[in-house]
T-cell receptor
Framework: DAGITQSPRHKVTETGTPVTLRCHQTENHRYMYWYRQDPGHGLRLIHYSYGVKDTDKGEVSDGYSVSRSKTEDFLLTLESATSSQTSVYFC???????????FGPGTRLTVL | AQSVTQPDIHITVSEGASLELRCNYS??????LFWYVQSPGQGLQLLLK??????LVQGIKGFEAEFKRSQSSFNLRKPSVHWSDAAEYFCAVGESNDYKLSFGAGTTVTVRA
């Protein structure tokens, strides 16, 4: 299995609070992704990174920011969490864009 | 526009019976094709992938998939399902000049005894 960890695995927070999710990889892959998964919507890409300090928006980026200061870490921040951001968040990595992606175990976030 | 369609939202199959999950794609170039499985509460696991060559590819857990260019399809099959195959299955498509994969909406497989 690809070496991908996500932390925390579960989090409950209140509306308006900032939240940061961390994705850590040990594979030295160039690409990293943040997805959210919601019933009826499948997987939706939030942001992705194609190198250190190189990031771009996905299809549902509003309300989210990301940072990648090291190859192995990709952080997803909700500046002010809202109930609509209650979801399961998955990190994925890939050696090259458009090719096989490997997923982390997910973080279940509940915003009350 | 690129798209991936999994026509079946939910399939129920008896244990020991065969399983086929459909995937159709719309891509301009020669695509890279993937199938993933997600068990409840887990992340997505790569079952198999096709880049080029033999159009019948073997994967893990006894799954196989066949690429049919004329039908723009990449259907997943298993000859005899086990109760542990109950999960959600995602087809995905990518290409060499893209930055990410495009995922289908998923097919949920229920296995009855």
């Amino acid at each position: 299995d690809a070496g991908i960890t996500q932390s925390p695995r579960h989090k409950v927070t209140e509306t308006g609070t900032p939240v940061t999710l961390r994705c850590h990889q040990t594979e030295n892959h160039r690409y990293m992704y943040w997805y959210r998964q919601d019933p009826g919507h499948g997987l939706r890409l939030i942001h992705y990174s194609y190198g250190v300090k190189d990031t771009d928006k996905g299809e549902v980026s509003d309300g989210y920011s990301v940072s990648r200061s090291k190859t192995e870490d990709f952080l997803l921040t909700l500046e002010s969490a809202t109930s609509s951001q209650t979801s399961v968040y998955f990190c994925a990595i890939s050696e090259s864009g458009g090719s096989d992606e490997y997923f982390g175990p997910g973080t279940r976030l509940t915003v009350l | 526009a690129q798209s991936v369609t999994q026509p079946d939202i939910h399939i129920t199959v008896s244990e020991g019976a065969s399983l086929e999950l459909r995937c159709n794609y719309s891509y301009g170039a020669t695509p890279y094709l993937f199938w993933y499985v997600q068990s409840p509460g887990q992340g997505l696991q790569l079952l198999l992938k096709y880049f080029s060559g033999d159009t019948l590819v073997q994967g893990i857990k006894g799954f196989e998939a066949e690429f049919k260019r004329s039908q723009s399809s990449f259907n997943l099959r298993k000859p005899s399902v086990h109760w542990s195959d109950a999960a959600e299955y995602f087809c995905a498509v990518g290409e060499s000049n893209d930055y990410k994969l495009s995922f289908g909406a998923g097919t949920t497989v229920t296995v009855r005894a």
